[in-house]
Every structure is written in C-alpha cells, then in structure tokens.
C-alpha cells in the first residue's frame, strides 16, 4: 500500500496512477494537524487497513498528475540519520563504528517543494540520498532479531548538508537541522511491498544527470542493527524516521535552480528544487571525480569539498 498528503493534506491511497481520498476512514484518529493524523494512522494501522482498502476498491480517484502531493510524514517525532553507513563499493576496508544524528523534525519537506540555502559561510551544499525507514510501533532496546516487527514501510529521504560551518568541531546541528533540508516522499510505502530493503537501487539525478547510483546491499549496519542501537539510546515512536546513510562517492553540490530527482526501487521518484538568493556556484563535479584527480587517493575516503566559484562566501570575494 501506498499512502500520501495531497493538495490541502488529505490523506490519499494511490491506486494505479489516480489517488483517492480516503481522510473520511481515519476521521475518527485524535489528531490536531496532519503529522498527528498520519502517526496516529501508523501506531493503530492494524485496525483501519482493511477500510482503507475497501474505500479504494470503491472509488476511482484523481489523476496523480491533478493534484499536489505534499510530506507523507509532515511532523515526525524524531528523525535519526546514520552516519557513514555504507561500504561505499568496496572501497573501505572496514564499517565505520556505528553512528548517527538527530536531524529535525522541522526540516522536512515534500514533493516539488524547494530545499533553500540559507546565507551561511558553508563551504559547500549536497544533498545525500537515502533509504529512510518508518517505524511503526513504539521502540525501546529492540533487539536486532526483533526490529523488522518494528518497521512499518518506507520512503524516499534526502539528507541536506550546510558543509563547512564554522567554528571546527561545531558542525553536526547547523549543518544538517536547517528549514527545508530534510525533502520526503512521494509516498509512504508499507513494508509488505518491499520484500528485501537491503536489495533497493537507489538513484538521484541533479538536472536530468545521474549522480549517485548506488544499491542498498552496500549498507554497512543494516537496518535491524541500526534499530537495535538507536533504540539502546532513545525510544522511537510510531511516524519516525530512520535514514539509512548514503554512498558518499556520488555526492555533488546543490545550487540554486537545480532541479533533482531521487528514485528507490518500489518506493516511487521524489522530485523538488534548490534555491539559493544568493547564486552561489560551485564546480558541477562528483566526490568520486575529485578523488580520481588526486593525486594521493585513500580507500574509501573521497574529498568533499570543490571550491566555491562564485557568490558571497567564495575566496575571492572575502
């Protein structure tokens, strides 16, 4: 099952290419906005998906193509991205420890929305494509063995980064919690039609040109241990997110005007923009591109930054 906000946050089931409203048979979940509604819908799904799927049986719908879609998850409680959690093709040697962060809940946005670049001396902006995980019932001290019990679908999840901020050593909070950089979406997909996360091709294009291309069986730590040691340090309700990590070789800089697409097997294609007042530019080149020229290349370590062109903040204009 697919489910999706549209237009004025209704709440849809896609049906095919139409989508049908189906905000009359959750009406009755305690809800004060749409990010209660959807949590609400999630923690109690047992008992509405067989009205759910009677409502789509028998209606037609809209067009998807007629309508706005907006954030499936608009207010999680928590979202927790991993960090460095991918093999990255081969080319480290070794996981790194396990690890992640707190990204804010209020940096989500949704399809056809624009991620904005603040006015921040950041070295350079990316986006990180990523598989994210819903959980679907409250979570504490999960064990691994148990932590698929927990999940209760997916979707499509981008990872905003204001890279570079100073001070050295204070970056993790302004450089990813920041409005709009946390882009979802289209749908949220339960987790019966995904039969193996860790078999997902996952693919983002900026501007029409693929930039990352990488398949989830990479993954370092994969989701039942993520979930086992997230939940060791904090409980995760039911609507939160779990993103997953990315292949950092393919990361590129954001600019403004960019119009980027990221598509998992089975999940759907989120599809947003990226706007920047202050049209910065930087070198349309990949990590894995820089890494290729340098002239001392470590496995599985890839530069990150290519220099800012143009713009305030770039080295000549200070």
Not at 39 to 66: K, M, T
Not at 81 to 93: L, Q, W
Not at 137 to 144: I, M
């Amino acid at each position: 099952m697919k489910l999706l906000y549209f237009d004025d946050y209704k709440l849809g089931l896609l049906k095919g290419n139409d989508v049908v409203d189906v905000s009359p048979v959750a009406r009755d979940i305690p809800h004060t906005g749409p990010g209660d509604l959807i949590n609400g819908l999630i923690e109690h799904f047992a008992q509405y998906r067989g009205r759910l799927e009677d409502a789509a049986a028998s209606s037609r719908g809209v067009p998807l193509s007629s309508v706005r879609i907006r954030p499936p998850l608009p207010k999680p409680t928590n979202i927790d991205a991993m960090a460095v959690n991918y093999m990255e093709d081969g080319t480290r040697k070794e996981p790194a420890p396990i690890n992640a962060f707190h990204k804010s809940p209020s940096a989500v946005c949704g399809p056809g929305d624009a991620m904005v670049l603040p006015d921040v001396p950041a070295t350079i902006f990316e986006g990180e494509a990523e598989l994210a995980v819903v959980i679907g019932k409250r979570a504490s001290h999960v064990k691994a063995a148990d932590a698929m019990e927990y999940v209760f679908g997916y979707t499509n999840f981008i990872d905003g980064s204001a890279r570079g901020l100073p001070p050295a050593g204070n970056v993790f909070f302004q450089m990813k919690s920041r409005d709009s950089f946390a882009p979802i979406g289209p749908y949220l997909v339960t987790k019966d039609e995904v039969p193996d996360p860790h078999r997902l091709q996952i693919r983002l294009w900026n501007n029409g040109t693929l930039m990352q291309n990488f398949n989830t069986s990479d993954m370092a730590h994969r989701i039942p241990r993520c979930i086992e040691w997230l939940t060791s340090i904090h409980t995760l309700e039911p609507g939160d997110i779990v993103a997953t990590g990315t292949n950092h070789r393919g990361l590129n800089p954001f600019m403004d005007g960019d119009s980027i697409e990221l598509e998992i097997d089975g999940i759907g294609r989120l599809s947003f923009s990226v706007k920047d007042e202050l049209k910065r530019s930087w070198a349309r080149v990949t990590r894995l591109e820089m890494h290729e020229k340098a002239a001392q290349k470590t496995p599985g370590a890839y530069p990150d930054i290519t220099p800012q062109l143009t713009g305030k903040y770039a080295p000549a204009a200070r």
